[in-house]
Protein backbone atom coordinates (compact mmCIF):
# COMPACT_ATOMS: atom_id res chain seq x y z
CA UNK A 1 0.00 0.00 0.00
CA UNK A 2 3.30 2.13 0.91
CA UNK A 3 4.50 1.37 -2.70
CA UNK A 4 1.40 2.52 -4.08
CA UNK A 5 1.33 5.98 -2.48
CA UNK A 6 4.38 6.84 -2.99
CA UNK A 7 4.11 5.88 -7.12
CA UNK A 8 1.09 8.61 -7.45
CA UNK A 9 2.94 10.74 -4.69
CA UNK A 10 5.84 10.79 -7.74
CA UNK A 11 3.46 10.64 -10.14
CA UNK A 12 1.42 13.94 -8.98
CA UNK A 13 5.04 15.96 -8.61
CA UNK A 14 6.35 15.08 -11.88
CA UNK A 15 2.67 15.96 -13.16
CA UNK A 16 3.15 19.53 -11.63
CA UNK A 17 6.91 19.49 -12.78
CA UNK A 18 6.09 19.03 -16.50
CA UNK A 19 2.91 21.27 -16.53
CA UNK A 20 4.77 24.17 -15.69
CA UNK A 21 4.88 27.11 -18.83
CA UNK A 22 8.43 26.63 -19.11
CA UNK A 23 10.50 28.24 -22.07
CA UNK A 24 13.72 28.16 -22.68
CA UNK A 25 15.70 30.98 -24.41
CA UNK A 26 19.27 29.32 -25.99
CA UNK A 27 22.13 30.83 -27.90
CA UNK A 28 21.55 34.26 -27.05
CA UNK A 29 23.89 37.08 -25.74
CA UNK A 30 23.05 38.94 -22.47
CA UNK A 31 22.80 42.34 -21.30
CA UNK A 32 21.70 42.20 -17.40
CA UNK A 33 20.64 45.45 -16.95
CA UNK A 34 23.69 46.84 -15.11
CA UNK A 35 26.78 45.26 -16.49
CA UNK A 36 29.45 47.42 -19.44
CA UNK A 37 29.51 44.84 -21.95
CA UNK A 38 27.37 41.54 -23.26
CA UNK A 39 27.44 37.67 -21.80
CA UNK A 40 28.26 35.45 -24.65
CA UNK A 41 26.29 32.71 -25.92
CA UNK A 42 24.04 31.75 -22.58
CA UNK A 43 20.69 30.36 -22.29
CA UNK A 44 17.89 31.62 -20.02
CA UNK A 45 14.72 29.60 -18.42
CA UNK A 46 11.87 30.79 -17.40
CA UNK A 47 8.90 29.01 -15.47
CA UNK A 48 5.53 30.77 -15.50
CA UNK A 49 6.39 34.25 -14.82
CA UNK A 50 10.18 33.94 -13.74
CA UNK A 51 14.19 33.31 -14.61
CA UNK A 52 14.99 30.79 -12.67
CA UNK A 53 18.28 30.17 -14.55
CA UNK A 54 20.87 31.47 -16.51
CA UNK A 55 23.58 29.37 -17.49
CA UNK A 56 26.06 28.09 -20.80
CA UNK A 57 23.88 24.91 -20.93
CA UNK A 58 20.55 24.46 -19.38
CA UNK A 59 19.00 21.01 -20.13
CA UNK A 60 15.34 22.14 -21.25
CA UNK A 61 12.42 20.63 -19.16
CA UNK A 62 10.20 18.07 -20.18
CA UNK A 63 7.35 19.75 -22.51
CA UNK A 64 9.53 23.21 -22.28
CA UNK A 65 8.85 25.77 -25.85
CA UNK A 66 12.55 26.07 -27.13
CA UNK A 67 13.24 29.74 -28.50
CA UNK A 68 16.82 29.66 -30.45
CA UNK A 69 18.17 33.01 -29.83
CA UNK A 70 20.18 32.74 -32.97
CA UNK A 71 23.25 34.92 -31.61
CA UNK A 72 20.96 37.79 -31.17
CA UNK A 73 21.23 40.52 -27.99
CA UNK A 74 18.83 39.73 -24.69
CA UNK A 75 18.15 42.37 -22.29
CA UNK A 76 15.64 43.53 -19.64
CA UNK A 77 12.13 44.77 -20.61
CA UNK A 78 12.30 48.53 -20.80
CA UNK A 79 10.88 51.22 -18.07
CA UNK A 80 9.23 54.63 -18.31
CA UNK A 81 8.55 55.93 -15.16
CA UNK A 82 6.67 59.32 -16.84
CA UNK A 83 3.28 58.93 -18.97
CA UNK A 84 -0.16 59.23 -18.77
CA UNK A 85 -1.87 56.78 -20.62
CA UNK A 86 -5.26 57.78 -20.65
CA UNK A 87 -4.08 60.99 -22.03
CA UNK A 88 -4.90 60.60 -25.64
CA UNK A 89 -6.60 63.55 -26.49
CA UNK A 90 -6.68 67.17 -25.39
CA UNK A 91 -7.95 67.80 -21.88
CA UNK A 92 -11.16 70.12 -23.19
CA UNK A 93 -12.34 67.01 -25.78
CA UNK A 94 -11.51 64.69 -22.35
CA UNK A 95 -13.87 66.95 -20.21
CA UNK A 96 -16.88 67.96 -22.86
CA UNK A 97 -16.97 65.67 -25.73
CA UNK A 98 -15.71 62.15 -24.95
CA UNK A 99 -17.88 58.71 -23.42
CA UNK A 100 -15.23 57.85 -20.74
CA UNK A 101 -15.61 54.12 -22.62
CA UNK A 102 -13.96 55.93 -25.33
CA UNK A 103 -11.69 57.54 -23.19
CA UNK A 104 -10.66 53.99 -21.53
CA UNK A 105 -10.28 51.78 -25.09
CA UNK A 106 -7.73 54.72 -26.08
CA UNK A 107 -5.50 54.48 -22.91
CA UNK A 108 -5.82 50.88 -23.38
CA UNK A 109 -4.59 51.15 -27.43
CA UNK A 110 -2.09 53.56 -25.78
CA UNK A 111 -0.63 50.90 -23.01
CA UNK A 112 -0.36 47.94 -26.05
CA UNK A 113 1.42 50.67 -27.86
CA UNK A 114 4.12 51.32 -25.51
CA UNK A 115 4.80 47.42 -25.03
CA UNK A 116 5.03 46.82 -28.53
CA UNK A 117 7.76 50.04 -28.55
CA UNK A 118 9.82 47.25 -25.41
CA UNK A 119 8.65 49.02 -22.84
CA UNK A 120 7.28 46.11 -19.93
CA UNK A 121 7.30 48.62 -17.19
CA UNK A 122 5.23 52.41 -16.35
CA UNK A 123 4.52 54.86 -14.24
CA UNK A 124 2.09 56.33 -15.16
CA UNK A 125 2.43 59.83 -13.57
CA UNK A 126 -1.44 60.94 -13.54
CA UNK A 127 -4.79 59.96 -15.03
CA UNK A 128 -7.70 57.08 -14.02
CA UNK A 129 -5.79 54.18 -15.09
CA UNK A 130 -6.75 51.69 -12.41
CA UNK A 131 -9.00 50.22 -14.78
CA UNK A 132 -6.52 49.82 -17.13
CA UNK A 133 -3.98 48.34 -14.77
CA UNK A 134 -6.01 45.62 -13.56
CA UNK A 135 -6.78 44.85 -17.45
CA UNK A 136 -3.33 44.49 -18.15
CA UNK A 137 -2.40 42.48 -14.89
CA UNK A 138 -5.82 40.19 -15.26
CA UNK A 139 -4.29 39.35 -18.87
CA UNK A 140 -7.69 41.01 -21.02
CA UNK A 141 -5.50 43.31 -22.82
CA UNK A 142 -1.79 43.74 -23.69
CA UNK A 143 0.20 46.31 -21.68
CA UNK A 144 2.89 46.80 -19.48
CA UNK A 145 3.28 46.77 -15.76
CA UNK A 146 1.61 50.01 -14.47
CA UNK A 147 2.57 52.02 -11.56
CA UNK A 148 -0.93 54.11 -10.93
CA UNK A 149 -1.00 57.31 -9.24
CA UNK A 150 -4.98 57.75 -9.57
CA UNK A 151 -5.29 62.22 -10.02
CA UNK A 152 -3.20 64.78 -9.96
CA UNK A 153 -3.12 66.45 -6.46
CA UNK A 154 -3.19 70.39 -7.57
CA UNK A 155 -4.23 73.53 -5.85
CA UNK A 156 -7.16 75.95 -6.97
CA UNK A 157 -4.98 77.34 -9.69
CA UNK A 158 -2.86 74.88 -10.35
CA UNK A 159 -1.06 72.68 -13.08
CA UNK A 160 -3.92 70.42 -12.81
CA UNK A 161 -7.03 72.41 -12.39
CA UNK A 162 -8.52 71.88 -15.80
CA UNK A 163 -11.68 74.36 -15.30
CA UNK A 164 -13.05 76.68 -18.15
CA UNK A 165 -12.08 80.28 -17.69
CA UNK A 166 -16.28 81.20 -16.69
CA UNK A 167 -15.77 77.82 -14.76
CA UNK A 168 -16.20 79.02 -10.67
CA UNK A 169 -14.99 77.09 -7.58
CA UNK A 170 -17.31 74.04 -6.89
CA UNK A 171 -17.09 74.80 -3.21
CA UNK A 172 -18.17 78.51 -4.14
CA UNK A 173 -20.86 77.73 -6.27
CA UNK A 174 -22.12 74.81 -4.08
CA UNK A 175 -22.36 73.21 -7.56
CA UNK A 176 -21.73 69.41 -8.47
CA UNK A 177 -18.01 68.20 -9.30
CA UNK A 178 -16.46 69.39 -12.34
CA UNK A 179 -15.95 66.92 -15.11
CA UNK A 180 -12.06 66.31 -15.03
CA UNK A 181 -12.72 65.82 -10.67
CA UNK A 182 -15.41 63.52 -11.55
CA UNK A 183 -13.51 61.60 -13.92
CA UNK A 184 -10.85 60.82 -11.76
CA UNK A 185 -8.36 63.32 -13.85
CA UNK A 186 -7.72 65.96 -10.75
CA UNK A 187 -8.19 66.68 -7.53
CA UNK A 188 -8.02 70.45 -6.95
CA UNK A 189 -7.48 71.00 -3.50
CA UNK A 190 -6.27 73.63 -0.69
CA UNK A 191 -5.26 73.62 2.71
CA UNK A 192 -3.63 70.58 4.71
CA UNK A 193 -7.58 68.79 5.44
CA UNK A 194 -8.09 68.64 1.90
CA UNK A 195 -4.60 67.87 0.81
CA UNK A 196 -4.59 64.74 2.82
CA UNK A 197 -7.98 63.65 1.48
CA UNK A 198 -6.85 63.41 -1.71
CA UNK A 199 -3.88 61.57 -0.95
CA UNK A 200 -5.92 59.09 0.73
CA UNK A 201 -8.50 58.97 -1.67
CA UNK A 202 -5.86 57.82 -4.06
CA UNK A 203 -4.16 55.48 -1.60
CA UNK A 204 -7.92 53.72 -1.21
CA UNK A 205 -7.81 52.92 -4.98
CA UNK A 206 -4.63 51.68 -5.34
CA UNK A 207 -2.03 54.25 -5.72
CA UNK A 208 1.73 52.85 -5.74
CA UNK A 209 2.80 56.67 -5.29
CA UNK A 210 1.33 60.10 -5.01
CA UNK A 211 1.49 62.55 -7.93
CA UNK A 212 1.35 66.46 -6.59
CA UNK A 213 1.53 69.48 -8.70
CA UNK A 214 3.80 71.64 -7.51
CA UNK A 215 4.63 74.54 -10.06
CA UNK A 216 3.48 75.51 -13.19
CA UNK A 217 3.15 73.80 -16.40
CA UNK A 218 3.43 74.29 -19.93
CA UNK A 219 0.11 73.34 -21.69
CA UNK A 220 -2.05 74.80 -18.47
CA UNK A 221 -3.97 78.02 -18.79
CA UNK A 222 -3.80 80.35 -15.92
CA UNK A 223 -0.53 79.02 -13.79
CA UNK A 224 2.72 80.83 -15.19
CA UNK A 225 5.48 78.64 -15.08
CA UNK A 226 7.34 80.58 -12.47
CA UNK A 227 4.65 80.01 -9.93
CA UNK A 228 5.43 77.78 -6.85
CA UNK A 229 1.95 75.51 -5.81
CA UNK A 230 1.31 74.68 -2.48
CA UNK A 231 2.64 75.54 1.02
CA UNK A 232 4.92 73.36 2.07
CA UNK A 233 2.67 72.21 5.15
CA UNK A 234 0.50 70.93 2.25
CA UNK A 235 3.13 69.45 0.41
CA UNK A 236 4.46 67.48 3.67
CA UNK A 237 0.79 66.68 4.26
CA UNK A 238 0.95 64.79 1.32
CA UNK A 239 4.41 63.05 2.18
CA UNK A 240 2.87 62.04 5.23
CA UNK A 241 -0.02 60.16 4.00
CA UNK A 242 2.60 58.32 1.04
CA UNK A 243 4.83 57.58 3.88
CA UNK A 244 2.03 55.87 6.06
CA UNK A 245 1.47 53.94 3.06
CA UNK A 246 5.22 53.29 3.09
CA UNK A 247 5.35 54.79 -0.34
CA UNK A 248 6.57 58.51 -2.03
CA UNK A 249 5.57 61.72 -3.67
CA UNK A 250 6.54 62.80 -6.91
CA UNK A 251 6.13 66.18 -8.17
CA UNK A 252 5.48 68.00 -11.51
CA UNK A 253 8.14 70.80 -10.91
CA UNK A 254 9.96 72.85 -13.50
CA UNK A 255 11.22 75.89 -11.09
CA UNK A 256 13.88 76.46 -8.24
CA UNK A 257 11.82 77.49 -5.34
CA UNK A 258 9.01 75.03 -5.97
CA UNK A 259 12.12 72.27 -6.17
CA UNK A 260 13.45 73.49 -2.95
CA UNK A 261 10.05 73.40 -1.34
CA UNK A 262 9.08 70.17 -2.72
CA UNK A 263 12.75 68.60 -1.22
CA UNK A 264 12.48 69.98 1.98
CA UNK A 265 9.04 68.49 2.59
CA UNK A 266 10.28 65.23 1.85
CA UNK A 267 9.41 64.65 -1.47
CA UNK A 268 11.42 62.01 -3.64
CA UNK A 269 10.73 62.77 -6.42
CA UNK A 270 11.49 66.05 -9.02
CA UNK A 271 9.75 65.42 -12.38
CA UNK A 272 10.82 67.58 -15.26
CA UNK A 273 13.20 70.07 -13.46
CA UNK A 274 14.16 71.97 -16.92
CA UNK A 275 14.86 75.08 -14.99
CA UNK A 276 16.43 74.38 -11.95
CA UNK A 277 20.14 75.38 -10.66
CA UNK A 278 23.08 73.85 -9.12
CA UNK A 279 21.96 74.43 -5.32
CA UNK A 280 18.76 72.28 -5.99
CA UNK A 281 20.94 69.67 -7.84
CA UNK A 282 23.08 69.34 -4.70
CA UNK A 283 20.15 69.22 -2.43
CA UNK A 284 18.68 66.35 -4.42
CA UNK A 285 22.34 64.52 -3.61
CA UNK A 286 22.36 65.42 -0.42
CA UNK A 287 18.55 64.20 -0.30
CA UNK A 288 19.21 61.22 -2.22
CA UNK A 289 16.08 62.06 -4.47
CA UNK A 290 15.32 61.30 -8.28
CA UNK A 291 15.48 63.80 -11.09
CA UNK A 292 13.13 62.52 -14.04
CA UNK A 293 13.76 64.98 -17.06
CA UNK A 294 12.73 65.02 -20.10
CA UNK A 295 15.54 65.99 -23.05
CA UNK A 296 13.86 64.69 -26.33
CA UNK A 297 11.86 67.63 -25.79
CA UNK A 298 14.25 69.90 -27.32
CA UNK A 299 13.35 68.17 -30.86
CA UNK A 300 9.96 67.30 -30.36
CA UNK A 301 7.37 68.33 -33.50
CA UNK A 302 5.08 71.24 -32.85
CA UNK A 303 2.12 68.81 -32.85
CA UNK A 304 3.75 67.28 -29.84
CA UNK A 305 2.56 70.45 -27.98
CA UNK A 306 0.13 71.61 -29.98
CA UNK A 307 -1.83 68.45 -31.65
CA UNK A 308 -3.16 68.96 -35.06
CA UNK A 309 -1.14 72.00 -35.74
CA UNK A 310 2.18 73.01 -37.39
CA UNK A 311 2.89 75.96 -35.06
CA UNK A 312 3.26 76.32 -31.28
CA UNK A 313 0.41 78.66 -30.21
CA UNK A 314 2.25 81.95 -28.27
CA UNK A 315 0.61 81.09 -24.90
CA UNK A 316 2.81 77.12 -24.91
CA UNK A 317 5.37 78.86 -27.13
CA UNK A 318 5.91 81.80 -24.19
CA UNK A 319 6.06 78.88 -21.23
CA UNK A 320 8.26 76.46 -23.36
CA UNK A 321 10.86 78.60 -24.29
CA UNK A 322 12.99 78.55 -21.10
CA UNK A 323 11.92 75.24 -20.25
CA UNK A 324 13.75 73.93 -23.34
CA UNK A 325 16.41 76.31 -23.19
CA UNK A 326 16.90 75.27 -19.36
CA UNK A 327 17.49 71.42 -20.18
CA UNK A 328 21.18 71.36 -21.30
CA UNK A 329 22.14 72.99 -18.30
CA UNK A 330 20.19 70.87 -15.86
CA UNK A 331 21.62 67.64 -17.96
CA UNK A 332 24.76 68.92 -17.53
CA UNK A 333 24.31 69.74 -13.92
CA UNK A 334 22.99 65.88 -13.57
CA UNK A 335 25.84 64.62 -14.82
CA UNK A 336 28.19 66.93 -13.00
CA UNK A 337 26.62 65.37 -9.40
CA UNK A 338 25.71 61.78 -10.59
CA UNK A 339 22.44 62.50 -8.95
CA UNK A 340 19.41 59.57 -9.45
CA UNK A 341 18.48 60.12 -12.59
CA UNK A 342 14.90 58.34 -13.72
CA UNK A 343 14.23 57.51 -17.30
CA UNK A 344 10.56 59.15 -18.00
CA UNK A 345 9.68 60.57 -21.20
CA UNK A 346 5.97 62.08 -20.99
CA UNK A 347 5.09 61.23 -24.08
CA UNK A 348 1.59 61.39 -24.37
CA UNK A 349 -0.78 62.82 -26.66
CA UNK A 350 -2.56 61.79 -30.04
CA UNK A 351 -2.06 58.09 -30.31
CA UNK A 352 1.17 57.15 -32.09
CA UNK A 353 3.35 59.70 -29.94
CA UNK A 354 4.18 57.16 -27.73
CA UNK A 355 7.06 56.28 -30.49
CA UNK A 356 8.36 60.05 -29.30
CA UNK A 357 9.45 57.81 -26.18
CA UNK A 358 12.52 55.99 -27.98
CA UNK A 359 14.43 59.28 -28.69
CA UNK A 360 14.47 60.19 -25.68
CA UNK A 361 17.19 57.35 -25.62
CA UNK A 362 18.97 58.96 -28.78
CA UNK A 363 18.63 62.59 -26.71
CA UNK A 364 20.55 61.24 -23.84
CA UNK A 365 23.63 60.34 -25.88
CA UNK A 366 24.50 64.14 -25.52
CA UNK A 367 25.35 63.28 -21.94
CA UNK A 368 25.66 59.72 -21.25
CA UNK A 369 26.54 56.65 -22.80
CA UNK A 370 24.25 53.63 -24.21
CA UNK A 371 25.21 51.47 -21.38
CA UNK A 372 24.56 54.48 -18.82
CA UNK A 373 21.09 55.05 -20.43
CA UNK A 374 20.38 51.61 -20.82
CA UNK A 375 20.48 51.48 -17.46
CA UNK A 376 18.67 54.38 -16.73
CA UNK A 377 15.97 52.28 -18.46
CA UNK A 378 16.22 49.51 -16.87
CA UNK A 379 17.73 48.85 -13.62
CA UNK A 380 17.83 52.37 -12.33
CA UNK A 381 14.10 52.78 -12.86
CA UNK A 382 13.32 49.66 -11.05
CA UNK A 383 15.74 51.40 -7.96
CA UNK A 384 13.07 54.33 -8.38
CA UNK A 385 9.70 52.16 -8.82
CA UNK A 386 11.24 50.16 -5.49
CA UNK A 387 10.46 53.57 -3.40
CA UNK A 388 7.07 52.84 -3.63
CA UNK A 389 7.19 49.81 -0.71
CA UNK A 390 4.77 48.11 0.54
CA UNK A 391 2.90 49.66 -2.06
CA UNK A 392 4.22 48.40 -4.48
CA UNK A 393 1.75 46.36 -6.87
CA UNK A 394 4.64 44.02 -8.15
CA UNK A 395 6.87 42.25 -5.65
CA UNK A 396 7.20 38.48 -7.00
CA UNK A 397 10.28 39.08 -9.09
CA UNK A 398 12.97 41.80 -9.98
CA UNK A 399 12.21 44.53 -12.68
CA UNK A 400 15.13 45.69 -14.81
CA UNK A 401 17.58 43.04 -14.50
CA UNK A 402 18.03 39.52 -16.14
CA UNK A 403 18.96 37.31 -12.96
CA UNK A 404 17.66 34.32 -11.16
CA UNK A 405 14.40 35.80 -9.43
CA UNK A 406 13.82 38.13 -11.99
CA UNK A 407 10.68 38.93 -14.00
CA UNK A 408 10.78 37.52 -17.50
CA UNK A 409 10.33 40.62 -19.18
CA UNK A 410 12.98 40.23 -22.06
CA UNK A 411 13.46 41.75 -24.87
CA UNK A 412 15.62 40.52 -27.91
CA UNK A 413 17.27 42.60 -30.42
CA UNK A 414 19.08 41.82 -33.37
CA UNK A 415 22.14 44.12 -32.62
CA UNK A 416 23.44 45.50 -30.00
CA UNK A 417 22.24 48.59 -28.21
CA UNK A 418 25.31 48.98 -25.56
CA UNK A 419 27.33 49.78 -28.98
CA UNK A 420 24.80 51.74 -30.93
CA UNK A 421 21.41 53.05 -28.88
CA UNK A 422 19.76 53.55 -32.24
CA UNK A 423 19.01 50.07 -32.54
CA UNK A 424 16.28 50.78 -29.23
CA UNK A 425 15.26 53.44 -31.61
CA UNK A 426 15.18 51.48 -34.69
CA UNK A 427 12.77 48.68 -33.25
CA UNK A 428 10.84 48.20 -36.16
CA UNK A 429 13.72 46.61 -37.72
CA UNK A 430 15.62 45.45 -34.50
CA UNK A 431 13.50 44.69 -31.98
CA UNK A 432 12.44 40.76 -32.92
CA UNK A 433 11.21 39.16 -29.25
CA UNK A 434 8.93 40.71 -26.57
CA UNK A 435 7.94 39.02 -23.32
CA UNK A 436 6.31 40.62 -20.76
CA UNK A 437 5.23 38.41 -17.47
CA UNK A 438 6.83 35.22 -19.31
CA UNK A 439 4.47 35.73 -21.90
CA UNK A 440 5.36 36.43 -25.92
CA UNK A 441 3.60 39.21 -27.36
CA UNK A 442 6.01 39.25 -30.16
CA UNK A 443 8.63 36.43 -31.74
CA UNK A 444 10.21 37.76 -35.27
CA UNK A 445 13.13 35.18 -34.62
Not at 267 to 294: F, M, R, S, T, Y
Not at 393 to 407: F, M, N, R, S
Request: glycine fraction near 8%.
Amino acid sequence: MKYILLLFTLSFLNFNVSAQNSILIKNINIWDGTSTQLTNNVSVLIEDNLIVNIARQIDAPKGATIIDGKGNTLIPGLSDVHVHLALTMGMSTIRNDADWMYTAVRAAKSAENFLMLGFTTVRDLGGPVFGIKKAVDEGLIPGPRIYPSGAFISQTSGHGDARNANEPSTQWSGGPMHPIDALGWSFVVDGKTEVLKASRENLRKGASQLKVMAGGGIDSEFDPIHSVQFTSEELETAVQAAADWDTYVAVHIYNVKGAIRALNAGVKCLDHGHLINEDVVKLIKEKDAWLVPQTFWTTAPADFWAPGMDVIPPRIHKKLKPVLEGTVNVMNLAKKYKINIGFGTDSYGSLGFENLALTEFTARTRWFTPQEILMQATSENARLLSLSGASNPYTEGKLGVIKKGAYADLLIYDANPLQNIDVIVNYKQHLKFIMKDGKIYKNEL
